[in-house]
């Protein structure tokens, strides 16, 4: 994991302490009247909102309203959550945000329950043995390593669910990474959702290619990143020379869409 997650990840323990200490005791004596299901969802590290998190938020809101209040959890340092008006939006860090946490029968959260859901869980994770706590990831899984970090061990293990865009990942995460079979699922991706079912294109012009990352690239140099299997790999595929003709032949545009934690480094790719 970066030194930037890290950072996000160091909240005052003395706040910490205070605000989970009290909203742990009032959350036995504070009760949901309407008598709804609470659901809190997060992604992106609350920095944005989108992806499979918001995606699902979203459906939530437009399908179970009756049934779940589903709140957003968003970093108290941006500005998105009050301009694109998300309803139900609470800072993470924030008192009700520990509070709802212990109210909450349902968490769903994209990258980490410690950076979407609910600063510095791993703490006091142990209280909270009420909420079914599931991953919806951000992204497929390929051939990625999974790097576990110490804090990383208790949210794991208390995680209730994960989710698998397919049989393959599900394979990979059983037999690969040895996660519980039980608490395996393959329910595909809610963004997946939004697309057309059976509503082919005519006729394919513009290609995008999504560009993943990996965690032990964070903290290169240029030079260094330059010089990754990572980056030789990405520039040789786009040189390949059947690929390029395969481009030309058929008139096609290849547009490419780097990571959000490539932003940092200037790097020019071939076009």
């Not at 994209?110 to 142990?126: E, R």
């Not at 039980?182 to 509503?199: A, E, H």
């Amino acid at each position: 994991m970066s030194i930037e997650l890290k950072e996000k990840g160091r909240w005052d323990p003395l706040k910490v302490f205070f605000k989970v200490s009290i909203a742990y005791t009032l959350s036995f004596f504070v009760k949901n009247k309407d008598g709804k299901k609470i659901a809190l969802v997060g992604g992106n590290l609350g920095e944005k909102y989108e992806d499979n998190a918001a995606i699902y938020h979203n459906y939530l809101l437009s399908n179970h309203k009756e049934q779940v209040t589903a709140y957003w959890m968003y970093d108290p340092k941006t500005i998105y959550a009050k301009n694109e008006n998300i309803e139900n939006a609470v800072p993470l860090g924030s008192f009700k945000n520990y509070l709802l946490f212990f109210q909450a029968d349902y968490t769903f959260h994209g990258h980490s329950l410690l950076y979407d859901i609910v600063p510095a869980a791993d703490k006091f994770l142990f209280l909270n043995r009420k909420t079914i706590i599931t991953h919806i990831s951000h992204g497929i899984e390929g051939f990625k390593k999974i790097l576990i970090q110490k804090e990383d061990i208790p949210l794991l293990k208390r995680t209730d669910y994960f989710n698998c865009a397919s049989q393959y990942e599900y394979n990979l995460k059983l037999n690969e990474w040895e996660m519980p079979e039980q608490k395996l699922i393959i329910t595909g991706f809610p963004r997946f959702d939004r697309y057309p079912q059976n509503q082919p294109p005519k006729e394919v012009k513009n290609i995008l290619m999504m560009m993943t990352w990996r965690e032990w690239l964070f903290d290169l140099t240029k030079e260094q990143f330059i010089d990754s299997a990572y980056f030789k790999n990405t520039t040789g595929l786009l040189e390949h020379k059947g690929i390029q003709k395969l481009l030309a032949d058929h008139h096609l545009h290849l547009n490419i869409a780097l990571h959000p934690f490539m932003k940092n480094l200037k790097v020019t790719l071939p076009t």
